[in-house]
């Protein structure tokens, strides 16, 4: 019964590394989104993923790309890393699009940037 | 699109009913109001979904008027676990955003 599954936990970056971000869910989610959070601050939403095969920006899209591999797995991916995108990660899955349905997340990635 | 108000922070000591009222004037029609909860180190958890009146579950109940316009999370004799972040969310997919939410602190 895992849920939502985000690796890695932790990481720490040097500014202009990439990386990417893994997201699994097994509850046969069609929507899934990535959100990032700030010390102190509520969620923002970066990317979301309505059904397989789309995908749509949010909020804050700039600096990241993202990829709904299928079904069960939406990455997100760092080409240039900044410090300015120092924050915790987290994925997210609902059985449709929007707030509407309640959406289920992960633990969050932990990333720093150097 | 709508937009949500709720109260930066709240204090409570533990045995009392908590109510976190949370204002959406420009709720569109087809909108759900839904909560979530989040630890620190967390993510968020839902706690409560409805569209009107009256909405309880084993962790919490929802109050919504006939209008709409507003709702109030109510937890009833709260512990010192219910400390955490509480958001208020309504919207569709093209207005998907999280506020600040409001910070309760459960004091002994």
């Known amino acids: 019964n895992a849920g939502v599954t985000q690796t890695p936990k932790f990481q720490v970056l040097k500014t202009g590394q990439s990386m990417t971000l893994q997201c699994a869910q097994d509850?046969?989610?069609?929507?899934m989104y990535w959100y990032r959070q700030d010390p102190g601050m509520g969620l923002r939403l970066i990317y979301y993923?309505?059904?397989?095969?789309?995908?749509d920006k949010g909020e804050v899209p700039n600096g990241y790309n993202v990829s709904r591999l299928n079904k069960r797995e939406f990455s997100l991916r760092l080409e240039s890393a900044a410090p300015s995108q120092t924050s915790v990660y987290f994925c997210?899955?609902?059985?449709?699009?929007?707030?509407?349905?309640?959406?289920?997340f992960g633990d969050g990635t932990r990333l720093s940037i150097l | 699109l709508a937009k949500t108000t709720q109260p930066i922070s709240m204090d409570s000591y533990e045995g009392q009913e908590v109510n976190i009222t949370c204002s959406h004037n420009?709720?569109?029609?087809?909108?759900?109001i839904t909560w979530y909860q989040q630890f620190p180190s967390q993510g968020p958890r839902f706690i409560i979904q409805?569209?009107?009146t009256k909405v309880t579950n084993e962790v919490a109940s929802l109050f919504i008027p006939a209008d709409r316009k507003s709702s109030t999370l109510s937890l009833p004799r709260v512990s010192l676990s219910d400390t955490a972040v509480y958001y208020c969310?309504?919207?569709?997919?093209?207005?998907?955003?999280f506020g600040a939410g409001t910070r309760l602190t459960v004091k002994p």
């Open positions: 997210a899955s609902s059985e449709s699009g929007g707030y509407n349905q309640p959406q289920h």
């Open positions: 509850m046969n989610h069609n929507s």
């Open positions: 993923s309505a059904s397989e095969g789309t995908t």
């Open positions: 420009n709720i569109a029609t087809n909108d759900y």
């Open positions: 409805g569209y009107k």
């Open positions: 969310l309504v919207g569709d997919i093209n207005d998907m955003r």
